[in-house]
């Protein structure tokens, strides 16, 4: 009996749902920070099974004003991984 071990060697993906930078946030009024709300991009993974994804921000999240690095990254179960990233920018209000 010959038995065959197949490696995943691809990533998952996060396709076209990654969102688009900058994300343009205007503070609140009277404030330096806003609260910013985006939809998570959501990853795949070629072997069917879903693919646990972490980031190190959770919307909706409250940003001050600058430019904030929205990082998410998926893992499958080989341990291979991607990354989506985007920017959000927070404007004061003059």
């Known amino acids: 009996m010959v038995v065959f071990h197949i490696s995943d060697v691809l990533p998952p993906t996060f ?14 009024h009277g404030m330096f920070s806003a609260e910013v709300n985006w939809t998570e991009p959501v990853a795949t993974d070629n072997s069917g099974d879903k693919p646990t994804v972490t980031s190190n ?13 929205i ?13 989506c990233s985007f920017t959000v920018e927070i404007r004061g209000v003059n």
């Open 15 to 28: 396709g076209l749902k990654c969102p688009t930078s900058p994300l343009l946030v205007y503070a609140e």
């Open 57 to 69: 921000y959770q919307p909706p999240q409250r940003l001050s004003q600058g430019t904030h690095i």
């Open 71 to 83: 990082i998410y990254t998926a893992e499958d179960q080989s341990k291979n991984r991607a990354t």
